[in-house]
């Protein structure tokens, strides 16, 4: 039974960064109604309505993945390990970007695969063989003709952006070689619900990965988990390691049970949880409106740090506007000069004089805060301060 829990109101599509601010509309589509539900049998969190992937991943896709030293420093470790651990005759990346992690991989032995041509032209030009096409079983079957079996299969924040799980696993076990590893990695459950980060649900974000509820997705395809690595990625991520249930060329991990079990002891199997969750949320939007207040009243500006899709849901659902957050910094070319979805909050480039007369930055990429600190040391010493919602509303 899916059973609804959570309540995030009417919001636009996350990434959509308008040139012009303007009214949008539910019956154009611009508008939708973010729900986030609880199948109480596969275990799996998911957000009810979903909008059609062409709307969300095309041509015009802003978010690039090399924006943070810190995703790239993780893509950088990640790269030797896979090397070291699987030694893959041939790579396979689902959800390439602008090739942040396979950059750090052969051009000889790397296939990407990324329907936002914008970003696919990146891998292309540095001479990736890059699909500029949306993953399912057609491609599958398109790549096996011409390279045949993969021995790893790799998904950064990807697999949870599309609708149809059924379709991406059986696409991937068409694929995958006998004892071939996918691995996956996307924010995880716990850490969401932990730390209150209800600007995890978005529109991308079908579903959010708990280990409980993925074990339970691939076991229907022949497929187990043999080990899960705990990172700090965008708040709190969970690596997941899949092979063949018939390879045992790899032993399972303690991790997979460790982690299956933390995540039951916390009640992620439970619907009462989700519903506590709902009233964290409900507290913590309330906390920050009037934290927010509170510094306008005193006539102080405050700036957004980083002009993220998480920031979409909390301005939307917090109904924060112009008046309280002056505009929005970022380093990302395609965001800048645009609005912030569904509000009248320009956003800025970003300079390193950007802080004068900024009294608090309201951290939008909460998720790189100690990328960020180190960056903005000068304003922090000068008094500057900022504001963060997770894991619950303060000033640091
Ligand atoms: P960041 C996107 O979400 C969308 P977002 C997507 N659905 C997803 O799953 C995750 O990424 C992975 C800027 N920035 O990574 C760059 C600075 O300006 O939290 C980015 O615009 N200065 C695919 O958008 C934004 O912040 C900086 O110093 O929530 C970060 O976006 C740093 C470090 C970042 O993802």
Redesign the pocket.
Known sequence: MIKTFLDLGAQPL??QYLKKPKKLSKKKGELYNLKVCFDTKSKLVSISKKIPVTKMFNSSY????S?????LKSFKNLAVNIKKRFNPKLFLEI?S?DGALIKNFNLKNSICVEPCSNLAKITKKEGYFTYAKYWNFSLSNTIKKKFNYIDVIYA???L??IANLNDVFRSITNILSKNGVLIIE??SLLECIKKTSY?QF?N??IYVFSALALRNVINKFGLELFDIEKINT?GGSLRYFIKRKNNKNFNISKNVSSQINTEVKFGLNKFSTYKRFEKTTRESKRKLIFLLNKIKRKNKTIVG???????TTILNYCNINEKTIDFF????PD?INRFMPGKKIRIKK?NKNIYKNIDYFFL?????KN??FK?EKKFIKKGGKFIVHVPSPKII
């Open positions: 996350a990434n802003p978010y690039k993945s924006m943070s030293k810190t995703m959800g970007n950064a924040n990807t949870t952006h996307d924010p600007d978005y991308e974000h965008h740090y980083g002009a993220t899709a998480k920031a910094v970022d380093t990302t965001k970003y939008g990429a909460w998720n790189f990328e960020i960056k």
